[in-house]
């Protein structure tokens, strides 16, 4: 997996007309948008960008409404300090309302882990309450047969998070594809392309060997291609965005692509900001 050296960064960031981090109106969302640009490659893109909201996970609530604003990124999948498992049905309708009044678009929690049947339970119960159609999470390989049976009841997708060298399940998109290969089709995969990166392996690769099964993806760079990397400014690091975005482009994916940056919580907009201008800078050469 190559590095993209620092002229090739410089030359993205500069075709992606990055904005100001300065706050802005929601509306428009302009990332990926066919009717607000002519860029060959972005017109070519089927898939649009989103949030997971782990990266902001020192913002309150309202901080993070206001941070989506900035980023000009109205998709979002909500980790539980944004999104409270403790909350009554109630509440996570009316908090889910609030933020789809405000131009936003909520589309799964996550990630949800899922060790038990009865934790199973309560992530459906959960993201049904909250009136949503996806869950990432990490069901644990003895209740999948459990979680299986859930979807159907529900309606609910269940996209696996792989989460590479951390001794958790799935810990490349392979493996969860061989374990749901045969079972109901919205039970499919989160490849976070970074975990892949840190487990050694060639996130393009992967993904065109499970690319029936994505029901969503995460994207952030990493500092090394080892379990040791940490998330670093796009560009700095082990992941070929360029590689994985034409990989994408090729598969015709069409869901969601949500930056998960780590680092700098206590101010993450810049960052993501910047990784968004990056890959609309890639997708623009394509």
């Known amino acids: 997996m190559k590095k993209k050296s620092e002229n090739n960064r410089r030359e993205f960031l500069k075709a992606a007309g990055l904005i100001s981090l300065a706050p802005v109106s929601l509306s428009p969302f302009d990332f990926l948008s066919n009717q607000k640009t002519g860029a060959k490659g972005i017109n070519k893109a089927n898939f649009e960008l989103g949030v997971a909201s782990w990266g902001l996970r020192k913002l309150d609530f309202e901080e993070v409404i206001q941070a989506m604003k900035d980023m000009q990124i109205k998709n979002i999948s909500l980790k539980s300090m944004h999104l409270p498992f403790e909350f009554s049905a109630d509440e996570l309708e009316n908090r889910i309302e609030k933020m789809r009044a405000e131009g936003l678009n909520p589309y799964a929690p996550g990630v949800v882990y899922m060790k038990t049947k009865e934790e199973a339970d309560r992530a459906f119960e959960y993201t ?21 049976e859930k979807i159907k009841n529900y309606d609910i997708q269940v996209a696996i998070h792989c989460h590479g060298p951390d001794n958790l399940p799935y810990p490349s998109p392979v493996d969860a594809y061989e374990r749901i290969q045969n079972r109901d089709e919205r039970l499919g995969i989160c490849v976070d392309v970074a975990h892949v990166v840190r487990s050694g392996l060639n996130p393009s690769e992967q993904i065109r060997m499970v690319k029936d099964r994505i029901l969503d993806m995460h994207i952030w760079d ?26 994408l482009v090729d598969i015709g994916y069409s869901g969601y692509l949500s930056i998960e940056y780590g680092s700098e919580p206590e101010n993450p907009v810049p960052a993501c900001i910047e990784t968004k201008g990056y890959i609309n800078g890639i997708l623009s050469t394509i």
Do not use: H, W
Request: hydrophobic content about 40%; charged content about 30%; aromatic content about 8%.
């Open 222 to 247: 990493v500092s090394e291609a080892s379990k040791e990397g940490k998330a670093v400014r796009p560009g700095k690091g082990a992941l070929d965005f360029e590689e994985v975005l034409k990989t």
């Open 128 to 148: 049904k309450n909250a009136g949503l159609g996806m869950i990432v999470g990490v069901p644990y390989y003895d209740i999948l047969d459990y979680v299986e």
